[in-house]
């Protein structure tokens, strides 16, 4: 009888927990199924499956986006703007834990005020600071603004993980005549690695979703990322339906094959970030 | 003489490069931008003039468009901030146990938070105008006739569904994380005293996760108090800009205005007020997570 | 690019050094080298040709985004008879163009050659801009071109095209519901309307969800209709004239509210929408200019395409006029190539290669009156202004003349779409309009 009610409750909790996914999923489901369908089918069903399978809208949208150029300077800019972002922010937190000093007790209250400053005030003087460094309009130059403005919640993150390593571990290794050099990077990065991961994935993702920063500093086609030619194309195609959302579809795909194969990291990296935090 | 100097260029290589880089991206332009706000800068011009406090003043004269901002980013903070939560913690509850997919399910609800704003806005652009439109011709339900987009009530409803959709897998996840934590003993003491779960939950679990929703609430509050590029991809503003949050306005009086100057000391403010309400925040919660200690 | 490159060794040897030194007792830490952020110059140049002549590039950064490609002809065509000269064109539409231009100059990457609205743009950037007075095109701009092209007595914009609005409308739609003849009053438009709802069609693909074209389209209509328009503006922002019980701003009023009620769902219409609903024919009519032409064409370029005056109040001599004005201008600006950017509007202006461009390229209607517009190329939408302007029916286009600029533009249009979605009056909207100017001034 018991093990009867457990049963019921559990089919019911499975049901109504598949019902709210499906609703969350659908989103997704309507994008990339009308993704493939010809425009007319798409304004006139909607739900229904592609009559026919328009895989050349695909490859339409590869070139209205010009797709190749702008997934080159997104790569180039996430990446590299990421791995700097990761290396001082461990630094920064490193040095503000074991080494506090009064600048470092100041500089973490400037980081974490930052964090709550609006972009647009920061856009214009931002540009022209960039271009007295000779920056601006640059990879490089969009390269920094992401590593400037990241640098703080990274750090933030960083600064759970750092304290959470013991510093027995790090005594024993000075004690053996390692330099502060040799302890963070022989003893310190090691151990961070999983929190390396998480802020890794979330600052990834943060820069290809990224809009404003690009829209001011990368103001080139030459160097134009995914979210400005995606806007960029609903300002000139927008009614067409049957380039817009393949080109939405390939613009989530990066993030949407990240997040099935690295699922487990992504979730259990964020909750224990959160919680060092 | 030679330690000491190992000891500075220690400081200088550890903080040395991230200060370079948050001065140049951050703290400097932040300063200018105040110098900006008291000016009347139009943003393009070679040339502007000191003007004092004026343009703080003009803020809070009585047809100022940025306090309506204010008003609708207030609102709507409060109600994406306690859905997002209340949601979010149900989800949480719902997935903390293992069973057939909740893995799968997990990732469902945490994807759209990894997504960005203006591609967000675009994808439901078109479930709004599209889909729900066709939804209304064919089933001709009354809710799907609604011009979603296009009063003041239902684009506020469509803004809100959007960002609770996306904020909630982050409050879940930290959730599910927290509550895991509640020690097995804890909840086994009070069933065996002969609470019912749904007690439990609120009178031993909820207290014991504060620190883990003080996290949640300070994340869902500045993300909201700062929303931006889902109104900008959604509904421009609209409608007749009834769906402005603050850092839209901003952005407006600053590039479509020539207000360069007046569009600072709102950003100034606006930092202000963040400040404020996140401080409050962690203030009242820090208080309740110490009154459950 | 360079930069990277730069960056990442010097992080690598830091990891490295301290990796391969091991755990031993320190001793010369002092050589490690520190991350230096110092500027390296851009390159800017791409595409250079070997050539005896100096290589110029020149940035065309417009706003007119339907002439992307044809633009993009017409300069390659120019590097051709010119090979030391190279172009890099980028269009933008309107939403981001302010932002990024500012952006460009605020970061000394300004463009060499870009778009304005004329008057209250000029006004803003003609500190940036070469004075193009007495180039030799300038003789042959039409009158109201230069009035809008011109600050403080210099010309300061080279006019791309003349562009007119009315509404659009499906000449067969019409026929259909057994409208004859294209409405020129307010009552007749009503009739008309009520006829198309009677054979079945929408009558109108209303917008009423963005603040764009009721501030400039609409919004322009009552402020071209007074005697003297410019005096009418200077008065307004000089206090002395309100447009508060001015008939020609109830007049819009009226209009806006017949639009409403003949359209599908307009408070949740976009720009796309009302074009995608017109182009595929489940609506009749719709606000829509010379620049809808190629839109339309993608669709159906057999399209029964028909254009006919806003009417507004019952003057049908009032009525028989299409709205229209030189826009978009392009400016040179001040620190660039400046004469190769000259010989370059020089070219397109006053050679037969360039004109050809200007008229069956751009497909658009040219604001020099030596230049003859290519009808084939314009359609019927191009061709029936063409037909207005030259009978002198037109209205002149002030919306670059408003306070303020887009700001001003921005809070009109907000005030009529909440007009559109019923929660004004006719009278509070004529206030709400009055203080908005006042606001923005």
């Given at each position: 009888m018991k093990i009867r009610k457990r049963h019921v409750v559990g089919i019911i909790k499975f049901v109504g927990t598949l019902i709210i996914a499906l609703i969350f999923f659908a989103p997704f489901v309507l994008v990339i199924l009308n993704s493939v369908k010809p425009q007319s089918q798409i304004m006139t069903?909607?739900?229904?499956?592609?009559?026919?399978?328009?895989?050349e809208n695909y490859s339409k949208a590869w070139d209205a986006l010009n797709m190749s150029t702008v997934l080159t300077n997104t790569v180039i800019v996430s990446i590299s703007s990421v791995f700097l972002i990761l290396f001082l922010a461990a630094m920064v937190a490193y040095w503000m834990v074991r080494h506090p000093s009064k600048y470092s007790r100041v500089f973490e209250k400037l980081l974490l005020g930052s964090l709550?400053?609006?972009?647009a005030s920061l856009m214009l003087p931002l540009v022209k600071t960039m271009s007295t460094l000779g920056l601006n309009t640059s990879l490089m130059g969009g390269i920094l603004t992401y590593v400037g403005i990241g640098l703080a919640f990274a750090t933030f993150i960083m600064t759970g993980a750092v304290r959470a390593v013991p510093v027995e571990l790090e005594e024993a290794a000075m004690i053996d005549g390692c330099n502060v050099y040799q302890v963070f990077f022989q003893i310190v990065l090691p151990i961070i690695r999983p929190t390396f991961l998480t802020l890794f994935i979330l600052d990834l993702f943060w820069i290809w979703n990224d809009y404003i920063v690009a829209l001011i500093m990368l103001n080139n086609t030459r160097l134009n990322t995914v979210q400005l030619a995606i806007n960029k194309l609903f300002g000139l195609h927008a009614n067409q339906w049957d380039i817009a959302l393949p080109a939405i579809v390939m613009s989530i795909a990066p993030i949407l094959i990240i997040n099935i194969l690295l699922q487990k990291k992504i979730i259990a990296g964020i909750a224990s970030g959160a919680l060092k935090g | 003489m030679n330690k000491s100097f190992g000891k500075k260029l220690e400081h200088i290589v550890f903080l040395g490069p991230a200060t370079l880089l948050f001065a140049v991206v951050v703290i400097i332009p932040f300063l200018i931008s105040i110098y900006f706000s008291l000016t009347d800068w139009?943003?393009?011009?070679k040339t502007m003039n000191f003007i004092g406090f004026n343009n703080y003043i003009n803020i809070f004269s009585e047809n100022s468009r940025f306090l309506q901002a204010f008003g609708f980013t207030f609102n709507i903070s409060f109600v994406i901030v306690a859905l997002t939560n209340i949601i979010g913690i149900g989800l949480a509850a719902l997935l903390i146990n293992k069973f057939f997919g909740s893995n799968l399910f997990r990732a469902i609800f945490f994807l759209?938070?990894?997504?960005?704003g203006v591609v967000m806005g675009y994808i439901w652009r078109f479930i709004f105008l599209l889909v729900i439109q066709y939804l209304g011709m064919t089933l001709n339900w009354a809710i799907f006739k609604l011009p979603w987009l296009g009063t003041e009530e239902t684009a506020f409803v469509a803004l809100v569904i959007v960002s609770v959709w996306q904020g909630v897998g982050y409050v879940m996840v930290i959730m599910i994380a927290a509550l895991a934590g509640v020690p097995l003993e804890l909840s086994e003491a009070a069933k065996i005293d002969g609470a019912s779960s749904w007690r439990t939950f609120w009178k031993i679990k909820i207290p014991f996760t504060m620190p883990y929703i003080t996290v949640c609430l300070f994340w869902t509050i500045a993300t909201a108090f700062k929303m931006f590029d889902i109104n900008v991809a959604l509904?421009?503003?609209?409608?007749?800009?009834?769906?402005?949050p603050m850092a839209l306005q901003i952005y407006y009086d600053a590039f479509?205005?020539?207000?360069y100057g007046f569009a600072n000391a709102e950003s100034i403010v606006f930092f202000l007020i963040i400040f404020l309400v996140t401080s409050i925040q962690l203030f009242l919660s820090r208080r309740k997570e110490r009154a459950y200690e | 690019m360079r930069k990277i490159k730069l960056i990442v060794p010097l992080l690598s040897t830091i990891m490295l050094i301290t990796i391969l030194v091991?755990?031993?007792?320190?001793?010369?830490?002092?050589s490690l080298p520190l991350i230096k952020e110092e500027p390296t110059e851009q390159s800017?140049?791409?595409?250079?040709?070997?050539?005896?002549?100096?290589p110029v590039e020149i940035h065309i950064y417009q706003s007119?985004?339907?002439i992307d490609e044809a633009l993009k002809a017409a300069t390659a065509e120019y590097t051709a008879l010119n090979p030391n000269v190279t172009f890099v064109v980028e269009s933008s539409s309107s939403g981001d163009f302010q932002t990024q231009l500012k952006a460009m100059f605020s970061g000394g990457t300004a463009p060499d050659i870009f778009s304005t609205s004329g008057n209250v743009d000029l006004a803003l950037m003609a500190e940036y801009?070469?004075?193009?007075?007495?180039?030799?095109w300038v003789q042959n701009m039409s009158v109201p071109a230069l009035e809008s092209g011109s600050y403080e007595g210099k010309v300061y914009g080279f006019p791309l095209a003349v562009e007119g609005h009315g509404y659009l409308y499906h000449k067969d739609m019409f026929e259909q519901a057994g409208i004859t003849e294209v409405p020129k009053t307010y009552s007749e438009l009503e009739i008309a309307c009520e006829k198309l709802v009677a054979a079945g069609f929408t009558p109108f693909s209303g917008?009423?969800?963005?603040w764009y074209q009721a501030a400039i389209f609409e919004f322009n209509s009552p402020i071209a209709r007074q005697a003297d328009p410019l005096a009418f503006i200077g008065a307004m922002n000089s206090g002395t004239?309100?447009?508060?019980?001015?008939q020609d701003f109830i007049d819009l009023a009226n209009l806006v509210a017949l639009e409403v009620k003949y359209s599908k769902s307009p408070m949740n219409t976009d720009f796309n929408t009302q074009v995608s609903d017109f182009a595929t024919g489940q609506?009749?009519?719709?606000?829509?200019?010379?620049?809808?032409q190629p839109a339309m064409d993608e669709v159906d370029p057999n399209m029964d395409l028909g254009m006919f005056p806003i009417p507004m109040g019952e003057d049908l001599a009032a009525n028989d006029k299409f709205y229209a004005s030189s826009a978009p201008f392009w400016s040179i600006n001040k620190s660039a190539s400046v004469d190769e950017s000259m010989k370059f509007l020089e070219w397109l202006a006053m050679t037969p290669e360039g004109q050809k461009n200007l008229t069956s390229g751009f497909k658009l209607i040219p604001a020099f009156t030596n230049i003859k517009a290519d009808e084939s190329a314009i359609g019927p939408t191009g061709t029936i202004l063409k037909q207005y302007i030259d009978a002198g029916k037109t209205y002149g286009i002030y919306s670059s003349y408003y306070p303020n600029g887009f700001g001003g533009a921005q809070l009109f249009g907000e005030t009529i779409n909440k007009y559109a979605a019923g929660k004004l009056s006719v009278d509070e909207l004529l206030t709400e309009l009055q203080s908005n100017w006042e606001a923005s001034k």
């Amino acid at each position: 009888m018991k093990i009867r009610k457990r049963h019921v409750v559990g089919i019911i909790k499975f049901v109504g927990t598949l019902i709210i996914a499906l609703i969350f999923f659908a989103p997704f489901v309507l994008v990339i199924l009308n993704s493939v369908k010809p425009q007319s089918q798409i304004m006139t069903d909607i739900l229904g499956l592609p009559t026919t399978m328009m895989w050349e809208n695909y490859s339409k949208a590869w070139d209205a986006l010009n797709m190749s150029t702008v997934l080159t300077n997104t790569v180039i800019v996430s990446i590299s703007s990421v791995f700097l972002i990761l290396f001082l922010a461990a630094m920064v937190a490193y040095w503000m834990v074991r080494h506090p000093s009064k600048y470092s007790r100041v500089f973490e209250k400037l980081l974490l005020g930052s964090l709550l400053i609006p972009f647009a005030s920061l856009m214009l003087p931002l540009v022209k600071t960039m271009s007295t460094l000779g920056l601006n309009t640059s990879l490089m130059g969009g390269i920094l603004t992401y590593v400037g403005i990241g640098l703080a919640f990274a750090t933030f993150i960083m600064t759970g993980a750092v304290r959470a390593v013991p510093v027995e571990l790090e005594e024993a290794a000075m004690i053996d005549g390692c330099n502060v050099y040799q302890v963070f990077f022989q003893i310190v990065l090691p151990i961070i690695r999983p929190t390396f991961l998480t802020l890794f994935i979330l600052d990834l993702f943060w820069i290809w979703n990224d809009y404003i920063v690009a829209l001011i500093m990368l103001n080139n086609t030459r160097l134009n990322t995914v979210q400005l030619a995606i806007n960029k194309l609903f300002g000139l195609h927008a009614n067409q339906w049957d380039i817009a959302l393949p080109a939405i579809v390939m613009s989530i795909a990066p993030i949407l094959i990240i997040n099935i194969l690295l699922q487990k990291k992504i979730i259990a990296g964020i909750a224990s970030g959160a919680l060092k935090g | 003489m030679n330690k000491s100097f190992g000891k500075k260029l220690e400081h200088i290589v550890f903080l040395g490069p991230a200060t370079l880089l948050f001065a140049v991206v951050v703290i400097i332009p932040f300063l200018i931008s105040i110098y900006f706000s008291l000016t009347d800068w139009n943003g393009i011009s070679k040339t502007m003039n000191f003007i004092g406090f004026n343009n703080y003043i003009n803020i809070f004269s009585e047809n100022s468009r940025f306090l309506q901002a204010f008003g609708f980013t207030f609102n709507i903070s409060f109600v994406i901030v306690a859905l997002t939560n209340i949601i979010g913690i149900g989800l949480a509850a719902l997935l903390i146990n293992k069973f057939f997919g909740s893995n799968l399910f997990r990732a469902i609800f945490f994807l759209p938070n990894t997504m960005g704003g203006v591609v967000m806005g675009y994808i439901w652009r078109f479930i709004f105008l599209l889909v729900i439109q066709y939804l209304g011709m064919t089933l001709n339900w009354a809710i799907f006739k609604l011009p979603w987009l296009g009063t003041e009530e239902t684009a506020f409803v469509a803004l809100v569904i959007v960002s609770v959709w996306q904020g909630v897998g982050y409050v879940m996840v930290i959730m599910i994380a927290a509550l895991a934590g509640v020690p097995l003993e804890l909840s086994e003491a009070a069933k065996i005293d002969g609470a019912s779960s749904w007690r439990t939950f609120w009178k031993i679990k909820i207290p014991f996760t504060m620190p883990y929703i003080t996290v949640c609430l300070f994340w869902t509050i500045a993300t909201a108090f700062k929303m931006f590029d889902i109104n900008v991809a959604l509904t421009k503003g609209g409608p007749y800009g009834s769906t402005t949050p603050m850092a839209l306005q901003i952005y407006y009086d600053a590039f479509n205005s020539n207000r360069y100057g007046f569009a600072n000391a709102e950003s100034i403010v606006f930092f202000l007020i963040i400040f404020l309400v996140t401080s409050i925040q962690l203030f009242l919660s820090r208080r309740k997570e110490r009154a459950y200690e | 690019m360079r930069k990277i490159k730069l960056i990442v060794p010097l992080l690598s040897t830091i990891m490295l050094i301290t990796i391969l030194v091991g755990c031993a007792p320190s001793s010369n830490d002092t050589s490690l080298p520190l991350i230096k952020e110092e500027p390296t110059e851009q390159s800017a140049a791409v595409g250079s040709t070997s050539t005896t002549l100096e290589p110029v590039e020149i940035h065309i950064y417009q706003s007119k985004y339907e002439i992307d490609e044809a633009l993009k002809a017409a300069t390659a065509e120019y590097t051709a008879l010119n090979p030391n000269v190279t172009f890099v064109v980028e269009s933008s539409s309107s939403g981001d163009f302010q932002t990024q231009l500012k952006a460009m100059f605020s970061g000394g990457t300004a463009p060499d050659i870009f778009s304005t609205s004329g008057n209250v743009d000029l006004a803003l950037m003609a500190e940036y801009m070469v004075d193009l007075s007495n180039e030799p095109w300038v003789q042959n701009m039409s009158v109201p071109a230069l009035e809008s092209g011109s600050y403080e007595g210099k010309v300061y914009g080279f006019p791309l095209a003349v562009e007119g609005h009315g509404y659009l409308y499906h000449k067969d739609m019409f026929e259909q519901a057994g409208i004859t003849e294209v409405p020129k009053t307010y009552s007749e438009l009503e009739i008309a309307c009520e006829k198309l709802v009677a054979a079945g069609f929408t009558p109108f693909s209303g917008n009423y969800s963005e603040w764009y074209q009721a501030a400039i389209f609409e919004f322009n209509s009552p402020i071209a209709r007074q005697a003297d328009p410019l005096a009418f503006i200077g008065a307004m922002n000089s206090g002395t004239e309100t447009l508060i019980g001015n008939q020609d701003f109830i007049d819009l009023a009226n209009l806006v509210a017949l639009e409403v009620k003949y359209s599908k769902s307009p408070m949740n219409t976009d720009f796309n929408t009302q074009v995608s609903d017109f182009a595929t024919g489940q609506t009749a009519m719709m606000i829509g200019g010379t620049w809808s032409q190629p839109a339309m064409d993608e669709v159906d370029p057999n399209m029964d395409l028909g254009m006919f005056p806003i009417p507004m109040g019952e003057d049908l001599a009032a009525n028989d006029k299409f709205y229209a004005s030189s826009a978009p201008f392009w400016s040179i600006n001040k620190s660039a190539s400046v004469d190769e950017s000259m010989k370059f509007l020089e070219w397109l202006a006053m050679t037969p290669e360039g004109q050809k461009n200007l008229t069956s390229g751009f497909k658009l209607i040219p604001a020099f009156t030596n230049i003859k517009a290519d009808e084939s190329a314009i359609g019927p939408t191009g061709t029936i202004l063409k037909q207005y302007i030259d009978a002198g029916k037109t209205y002149g286009i002030y919306s670059s003349y408003y306070p303020n600029g887009f700001g001003g533009a921005q809070l009109f249009g907000e005030t009529i779409n909440k007009y559109a979605a019923g929660k004004l009056s006719v009278d509070e909207l004529l206030t709400e309009l009055q203080s908005n100017w006042e606001a923005s001034k």
